[in-house]
T-cell receptor, first 110, second 112 residues
Framework: GEDVEQSLFLSVREGDSSVINCTYT??????LYWYKQEPGAGLQLLTY???NMDMKQDQRLTVLLNKKDKHLSLRIADTQTGDSAIYFC??????????WGAGTKLIIKP | DVKVTQSSRYLVKRTGEKVFLECVQD?????MFWYRQDPGLGLRLIYF???????EKGDIPEGYSVSREKKERFSLILESASTNQTSMYLC???????????FGQGTRLTVV
């Protein structure tokens, strides 16, 4: 079946860039999403990219999509303590169902 | 702003109890979802609903049922709670087929 994979943890120093990676298997995915979950809270949509785009930038966030390799990344520039959260990658498959990764916990070191 | 509200943030129930988790959304969304979230497993879909009185099984429906009597409300029912149902439960809603899902704040259920 379809699968979305991402590392469980990423540790970066405050002020550095964070790059969270995700791979997926469904070649007919339509949208790819990054959701953020802060401690004790539900998920909030951070950004998304259409499958026919390569890159999307929004302030400190850059999303890169390599459709050939089925690889999605989220880059957070100038990482701050408020960026500490779990980041979920998700893809919307051809049946419009969301397939979720396990989430990457971003840990910020001072 | 879309608001998805789950009735409880924390619940503690005994094994064998019947448990109701309620979710209400205020944006007239057709689609509603129940997920459970466990460390290292991400979000797993339990049930979803595309319309009133309609329900579809997700990836892990065993031990759960749902009810959607009104468009704004989607209930998750644990008929006889077991300790392996201790988890974080997340409700979400969405409009149409190609838009984002909006999540509630989650209910952390502990079954003892």
């Amino acid at each position: 079946g379809e699968d979305v994979e991402q590392s469980l943890f990423l540790s970066v120093r405050e002020g550095d860039s964070s790059v969270i990676n995700c791979t997926y298997t469904d070649s007919s995915s339509t949208y790819l999403y990054w959701y953020k979950q802060e401690p004790g809270a539900g998920l909030q949509l951070l950004t998304y990219i259409f499958s026919n785009m390569d890159m999307k930038q929004d302030q400190r966030l850059t999303v890169l999509l390599n459709k050939k390799d089925k690889h999605l990344s989220l880059r957070i520039a100038d990482t701050q303590t408020g960026d500490s959260a779990i980041y979920f990658c998700a893809e919307k498959d051809s049946n419009y169902q969301l397939i979720w990764g396990a989430g990457t916990k971003l840990i910020i070191k001072p | 702003d879309v608001k998805v509200t789950q009735s409880s943030r924390y619940l503690v129930k005994r094994t064998g109890e019947k448990v109701f988790l309620e979710c209400v959304q205020d944006m007239d969304h057709e689609n509603m979802f129940w997920y459970r979230q466990d460390p290292g497993l991400g979000l797993r879909l339990i049930y979803f609903s595309y319309d009133v009185k309609m329900k579809e099984k997700g990836d892990i429906p065993e031990g759960y049922s749902v009810s959607r009597e009104k468009k704004e409300r989607f209930s998750l029912i644990l008929e006889s709670a077991s300790t392996n149902q201790t988890s974080m439960y997340l409700c979400a809603s969405s409009f149409g087929r190609s838009t984002e899902a909006f999540f509630g704040q989650g209910t952390r259920l502990t079954v003892v």
